[in-house]
């Protein structure tokens, strides 16, 4: 099986800063990544797929990088909106799945 | 609205048997592999199973092989997860989400809200 494993898995940051999460798969999975947030309460939200391709609706400030075991998350510069717990998935071994552990984004 | 709903949670017995719904609007169904995953309180995220459109393949997750039974029926738009032997561990909000058609290998790119299966004595 795939494992993932994103860090950090805390990170406290101010409105305003660059900010950005690394997701290491345990084998190469190509760009069949995608990154999803998500708030208390909430269901996740698609950010990102295909490793670099930002979701329809997501703002720019938003944008991901990486092929075969390295993919990173970048948020350019922090939105109150953005606090929340973000994780990377890998599609690779579609139809079956995993998730990274999640890094919960908190503001300082 | 493109939406998925899902129903069919609440409080169970250990030992018990429940059946989740999700039920979509807003787009064919009949069109997507759908997928469940589930999320236990204060914890990741965690694929239970897909289904593909028409049914031909199912899979699960190795961890949970055996008690869960995913189906569809596209003509009332609507997806199943039947759970059995339910245990503590079980216990979860569980999501159904749709697999997009944009590129292959894509991402959940609609999920539903959600539905709290609680198990206890």
């Known amino acids: 099986d795939i494992q993932l494993t994103q860090s950090p898995s805390f990170l406290s940051a101010s409105v305003g800063d660059r900010v950005s999460i690394t997701c290491r798969a345990s084998q190469g999975i190509s760009s069949y990544l995608a990154w999803y947030h998500q708030k208390p309460g909430k269901a996740p939200k698609l950010l990102i797929y295909a490793a670099s391709t930002l979701q329809s609706g997501v703002p720019p400030r938003f944008s991901g990088s990486g092929s075969g075991t390295e993919f990173t998350l970048t948020i350019s510069s922090l939105q109150p909106e953005d606090f929340a717990t973000y994780y990377c998935q890998q599609l690779n071994s579609y139809p079956t799945y995993t998730f990274g552990q999640g890094t919960k984004l908190e503001i300082k | 609205e493109v939406q998925l709903v899902e129903s069919g949670g609440g409080l169970v017995k250990p030992g018990g048997s429940l059946r989740l719904s999700c039920v979509a609007s807003g787009f064919t169904l009949s069109t997507y592999t759908m997928n469940w995953i589930r999320q236990a309180p204060g914890k990741g995220l965690e694929w239970v199973s897909s289904i593909d459109s028409s049914s031909s393949y199912k899979f699960y997750a190795d961890s949970l092989k055996g008690r869960f039974t995913i189906s569809r029926d596209n003509a009332n738009n609507s997806l199943y997860l039947q759970i059995n032997s339910l245990s503590a561990e079980d216990t979860a909000v569980y999501y159904c989400?749709?697999?997009?058609?944009?590129?292959?290998?894509?991402?959940?790119?609609?999920w539903g809200q959600g539905t709290m299966v609680t198990v206890s004595s």
């Open positions: 989400a749709r697999v997009g058609l944009r590129v292959a290998w894509d991402a959940f790119d609609i």
